[in-house]
């Protein structure tokens, strides 16, 4: 599994790319999300897909919003789990 992580001022992201990080359109694709709050209070971050035919689906949804608790009194870990369904252009 590969994953990638970017630190920012607000949060960390951790993305891991379940089986690499192409997407063949026959084959689901998981992709899970980890953000951690590196503030002292809650907030919310949207996530939105981008650079994807707009015939491919992705689930929960192409853009969702994901409570981030905060890094004190709570849990600054969040997951977020996407999956990319095979797409097949005669199913269409």
Not at 39 to 67: G, N, Y
Request: proline fraction near 4%.
């Amino acid at each position: 599994m590969l994953s990638v992580k970017k630190q920012g001022v607000i949060f960390d992201e951790i993305v891991k790319y379940n089986g690499g990080i192409h997407i063949k359109s026959e084959e689901e694709k998981k992709i899970s999300l980890t953000i951690i709050n590196k503030l002292r209070r809650q907030r919310w971050v949207t996530v939105k897909w981008h650079l994807m035919p707009e015939e491919w689906d992705v689930s929960p949804c192409r853009e969702t919003a994901i409570f981030l608790d905060q890094a004190h009194g709570g849990s600054a870990i969040n997951y977020a789990e996407f999956v990319i369904p095979p797409y097949n252009e005669a199913w269409a």
